[in-house]
Each structure stands twice: as C-alpha cells, then as structure tokens.
C-alpha cells in the first residue's frame, strides 16, 4: 500500500515537472488527451476549442503555480505573452496580500482593458492560480477557465465590440488554508473591485461573468443561486438559444466564488462552474489533469460566452 502511495508520488511529480529554460513541452505527454478533438471553430461562433486546450495544456506543462510561487511567475509570463500576440492592451495590476495564513503574498492580476466608444464595461473573468496543494497542477480548477478566457482574448481584442470589454485574470481565488474560510481566498478579485469603486469606475461595470471548472466532459452547469438572475438568465437562454439546454440546466446550486466581490459592491455578476460529483471526485488533489479536460467542453462554453457578448451589448447600447 504504501509502495502503491509512493511509485504515485513519483509519477505525479514526475509528470508534473516544469518545463525547462530551453523550452521542452514535453511534460504534460504522460496525460494525453482521452476524449474527440474540439468541434471546428465554424460551429462554435469562431471560438477555437482547440486553441483553448492548448492553453491549460502548456499551463498544465509549467507544473504547480499557487499565489506567490515560482511558477505562477511562469503562468504570468505565458498568459500576458498570449495576450500580446493576440494584440491586446495588457495591464498588470501587482497588489500584495498582506494577510494570508502565510503571511505577505505578492500577487497580480492580469486586465485586458478592450476599449470602445462605449463606456459601459463588461467584464469576463477567471482565477489563474491553483491551489497550493503538492503535485497539484489544476488542469480542470484555474486551466480550464484561463484557457477560455484567452482564447476569448484573441476573439475580442480584434473585434469591433460595442461596449467596453475587460478581461480579468485573477491571482489567489484558492486558499491558502486547505479548506474555504472566511476571507483567506479571493484575493484578486476583492483587490479589481476595491481598486474598481476607488477609482470610481465600478458604476461602469454592467456585467461581470465568471468562468471556473470549464473543463470535464458532459459538463452541468447549473444556475448559481447568488449570481444575478437577469444576467444568469441571459447566459442560460443564450445557451438554450445554441442547443446546449442539456448543459446549461435549470437546477440550481449555491457557489462562493470570485463574483462574490462584485456582486457585494452591486455589479451584476454571474458564476459558470461545473460542480458536480464527477468533478469533485477529484476536484483538489493531484488527479485534476489534463487527462479531464474536453476540448469540446471548452468549446461549448467559449461559444456561450462569446454569443453573449451582442447581447450584452444591445441591452447596454
Ligand atoms: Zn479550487
């Protein structure tokens, strides 16, 4: 048993190992792919679901990257890299979160601010961190949702948008305590929306959608009780709108999660998250892999999301 648990901690690390400076992809091999390639990006309102796996793959490749570590240091680097090949604005808003269980933490958030003639703001949003766990690399918890987002990124930042859009890639959702507790996770998203209704432009803020666990194949996603329910409604009926009434489905369920911050200063926000058994079954330990992603999961929620974004943009015209 205990020869069992220690030939898996190898694997594990092994696999997870990061990358070296002369740049070898190879790491994330030992967790192929198990399920079909992405739908083409022809049916899914251009929203590329294979350009989105590849991102939480080459997150996945840089290894363990909670708040403050070495490599979210390299999960920065990827994903502002990213960005800028896109041709998106970028912003680095560098904050420390002075109280955590383990002290003073550097963190950052990464803003992509699209700008329109538009005031009013739309903000899509995902935590890039993974918990600080060992072996832990966060494939399906902080990959999914930031391989969304960019790939959302590329779409956006070229297109001709009709409100202003932001993109919020948020440092320390996770704990650093190994369960939720009061106030020590969310770091970076207390931090955009604090710094948002200092600087007075949170009255802006006419949306806020959030992308967490966006990974599992046959995803179910469920109406978050705490999200507003005229934006949750319009997610749900666009995605009922594009077929997807077996995914996006009408129970609900109740999530603490990085919209909390801006739904407590006001701003309508929803949570999209796959929270169910199958994905608790190894949601925080070292199993959340690439082997779990569904590049056809990541296609169906950028394809929502996307859709949504002229309907936003009517309502708020
Ligand atoms: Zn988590």
Redesign the pocket.
Known sequence: MLFAALCFACLAACGHSSPSESGAQGTSTPQAATFPPAPAPETTGGFDGARAYKHVEQLVAIGPHPAGSEGIRRAQEYIVGQLKSFGCPVEEQDFHATSTPVGDVAMKNILVKIPSTNPNILIFSSHYDT?RLDNFVGAN?GGSSTGVLLELARLLCVRKNAATIWLAFFDGE?DFNLNWTNRDNTYGSRELAASLALSGDLKRVKAMILVDMVGPTNPIYRRESNSTPWLTELIWSTAARLGYGKVFINDSNAIEDDHLPFLQRNVPSADVIDFENSVLEYW?TPRDTLDKIDPRTLAITGHVLIECVPELEKKFK
Request: net charge negative.
């Open positions: 918990k918890d996770e925080h």
